[in-house]
């Protein structure tokens, strides 16, 4: 006849920490470090405790938490890199397509093996597109908005119907620019337009 499972053993000082009644059979021991099911032998458990499989899996077992994947995603830019790499992502949305930041990463990386800035840049498009609408633009905004200030504008509007027949609003700001001294016409934003305003 089997041993029934007893839970004093818990208590007991070579035990307790990794002993637990088993979940699938009451009569049966349970070891968290090897999860591993045992005989409910008192003289048995203190043979596992012992053995090579327990003190392995006891080592793994307390090691200590895990680091977190964080840890791992971090990485130092330098800001030449930041700088270089904004500079290149206004350039593209300036003249060309968000598209071509794929070949012209790779064309900068390869130009000088001694530039460790060249070396580093990673910019492709999706990257790109994301320091365009999160980083450029709302910098720009702020400035296009404290260089108007107070001043008198004109505000130039013009409604478009995209390729998905949604109705599009784009806002056009002509000012007169103290800092540049110069009038100035620049894309303000678009707006798409609400159903039942059309």
């Known amino acids: 006849m089997a041993n029934k499972y007893r839970s004093v ?12 009644p088993d979940p699938e059979d009451d009569k049966r021991g349970f070891c968290k470090v090897c999860k591993c099911s045992l005989i409910a032998h008192k003289k048995d458990l203190l043979l596992h ?4 499989k327990h003190i392995e899996s006891e080592k793994k077992y307390y090691a200590g938490p895990s680091k977190k994947i964080t840890e791992f995603l971090t990485t ?4 030449k890199r930041k700088v270089a790499e904004l500079k290149i992502a206004a350039f593209i949305a300036e003249h060309c397509s968000t598209r071509t ?16 800035l ?43 119907t995209a390729i998905d027949c949604t109705k599009i609003m784009c806002l ?24 039942e305003m059309l």
């Open 101 to 116: 930041a794929d070949h012209l990463s790779e064309l900068l990386n390869s130009l000088d093996d001694n530039s460790e």
């Open 49 to 52: 405790r012992k053995s090579r």
């Open 9 to 20: 053993w818990e208590q007991n000082s070579e035990l307790r920490g990794w002993l637990m």
């Open 172 to 195: 056009i700001t002509k000012y007169y620019s103290k800092l540049k001294r110069k009038i100035i016409t620049t894309f303000y934003r678009l707006m798409e337009l609400p159903q």
């Open 118 to 160: 060249l070396k580093g840049v990673k910019l492709h498009r999706t990257k790109c597109a994301a320091l365009i609408l999160n980083v450029i633009s709302p910098c720009l905004l702020e400035d296009q908005i404290l260089d108007v200030g107070n001043e008198k504008y004109f505000l130039i509007i013009d409604e478009s």
């Open 76 to 79: 130092n830019i330098s800001k």
